[in-house]
């Protein structure tokens, strides 16, 4: 049987509806494996790259559904920008190899004008299953992540953009957009983090190696009541390659 991209995407999507079906049948005491969340964004910044070409970007809310059996998850994560310029689905599949890595496979799809990113916004991507190589508007990334130790938490995270929309400059051959990133805890509720994009990519407006995301990321619990409590946070953070500045302030719903 040949194995296509349009395969693999399905497979995502028939095993997170799959999972939804197993856990409706058979949910023991311990409760649901699913979790759901939802954040609201003050603008939608990913790796230090603005996602809204209007001045400021506006915000976003960015739900996520995860379902988890033993080391396998499957999950699914949104964007919708309040300006309506931002519609992302993604979906994503990771596989715990250990306590500290982690491999995973995201189908990236959205439908903005990032003015980074014009080889997905040019024809708009109105068919949401529409994975020919070249007419796609999504984009298949391979990660490998390590999350550190207790006696040495620097977490690292390898992630290479192997099929779809990510295309080098003027061509329809694969850029392999490659973002490599290191994040690190200086405090119990500061983490800072340095990336980098190794080669030239459209997707990350940079040509040859740049870093073009530092920051840190201040988290903080609002106590509403006794028994509720609010997690918000704040990045502050620059793009140095695209000499850029950044403050997104969030909550976790």
Known sequence: MKVTYKTIAKCLLGAALGAVAVSASAQDSKGSNFSVSADLVSSYVWRGVAQESSKGGSPNIQPTATYTLGAFSVGAWGSYAFSG???????????????????????????????????????????????????????????????????????????????????????????????????????????????????????YGNNGFSVINIGVKISKEIKVSSTFSLPVYGIVGVNPQAEKAFFVAGITL
Do not use: C, R
Request: proline share 2%.
């Open 85 to 203: 310029e931002v519609k992302e689905v993604d979906l994503n599949a990771t596989l715990a190899l250990s306590s500290a890595f982690s491999v995973t496979v995201t189908d990236y799809n959205w439908n903005n004008s990032n003015s980074n990113n014009n080889t997905l916004t040019t024809t708009g991507y109105a068919n949401y299953f529409n994975y020919k190589g070249n007419g796609t508007g999504h984009i298949f990334e391979g990660t490998l992540a390590y999350g550190g130790t207790t006696a040495f938490p620097l977490s690292i995270s390898l992630n290479t953009m192997f099929y779809g929309a990510d295309k080098k400059i003027n061509s329809t051959n694969n850029a392999y957009s490659t973002y490599v990133e290191m994040g690190y805890p200086v405090a119990s509720n500061v983490k800072a983090f340095l990336g980098s994009s190794l080669v030239s990519s459209q997707t």
